[in-house]
Nanobody, 120 residues
Framework: QVQLVESGGGLVQPGGSLRLSCAAS????????MAWYRQSPGKQRELVAT???????HLANSVQGRFTISRDNAKNTMYLQMNSLKPEDTAVYYC??????????????WGQGTQVTVSS
């Protein structure tokens, strides 16, 4: 069985920083593309950032220059470094990953989500 566990969410003031982590564990052969999404109440879920197994990244226009996505393949862990946070960044942040299991079966997994609140 495979699961994604997120951590690092919390309350921060505007202009502050926060780092989110997403660790994949279980019967894993390989972790391919990973991504961060976010969703606020009453709003559509938004793609924030993506990263391939080779380290190629993409950031949404709304977070470019402020957020950085990275991963540690040896630990099957992805990170989202968030700087210069704004109240508009307040949302539940979700981890997503494409994973092939030890039986060579490919699945898409989601984390449970972690709350990020930016408020003075």
């Amino acid at each position: 069985q495979v699961q994604l566990v997120e951590s690092g969410g919390g309350l921060v003031q505007p202009g502050g920083s926060l780092r989110l982590s997403c660790a994949a564990s279980g019967n894993i052969h390989s972790v391919y593309a990973m991504a961060w999404y976010r969703q606020s109440p009453g709003k559509q879920r938004e793609l924030v950032a993506t990263i391939t197994s080779g380290g190629n990244t993409h950031l949404a226009n709304s977070v470019q220059g402020r957020f950085t996505i990275s991963r540690d393949n040896a630990k099957n862990t992805m990170y989202l470094q968030m700087n210069s946070l704004k109240p508009e960044d307040t949302a539940v942040y979700y981890c997503n990953a494409d994973i092939i299991t030890e039986t060579t079966e490919m699945y898409e997994y989601w984390g449970q989500g972690t709350q990020v609140t930016v408020s003075s």
